[in-house]
């Protein structure tokens, strides 16, 4: 996925999975779009169940303009909380065998679910103009803008 690092803080985020593609929210702002190209052989999770995740990582050597930007040490310790999190998702049984939990997950492609109803496939003209927008101000690295490291594009980036 392209990495992208804000220089602001935010108090709402919200990640929406969907069958076409993945996009994430923070204050109702998408802030990353990751199509599902797993026919070009870029991995996607729609056939395997997904769990949430958070991190805190060192990436200033790199992520940051290029090393430019360094982070405040100062300002530590550094700590990530969520709070008011809820998720709207389809459950795959995690006990279940292989074969059930496929059906599980196939079920969740289902037109039943708000999120794959084609009005959802692609981003509306408000949310593209503040993707747009979050990008060309916040982001400080697009791994598949840097040529010097990536001199064929990965193939998500294409």
Known sequence: ?????????????????????????????????FKNKAKAGVGYPASHP?????SLWNGESWATDGGRSKIDWSRAPFRAEFQGFAVDGCV???????????????HCSSPDYWWNQ?????????????????????MTYDYCADLSRFPTPPPECL
């Open 1 to 33: 996925m392209h990495l992208l690092l804000l220089k602001k803080w935010v108090k709402n985020s919200s990640l929406c999975g969907l069958t076409k593609y993945c996009r994430f929210y923070v204050d109702d702002t998408p802030i990353r779009v």
């Open 118 to 138: 084609n009005r959802f496939w692609t981003l509306n003209e408000t949310e593209q103009i503040r993707y747009t927008k979050v990008r060309q101000t916040y």
């Open 92 to 106: 795959a049984d995690p006990g279940s065998s292989s074969k059930s939990n496929s059906s599980s997950i196939r």
């Open 50 to 54: 997904m769990q949430i995740e958070c």
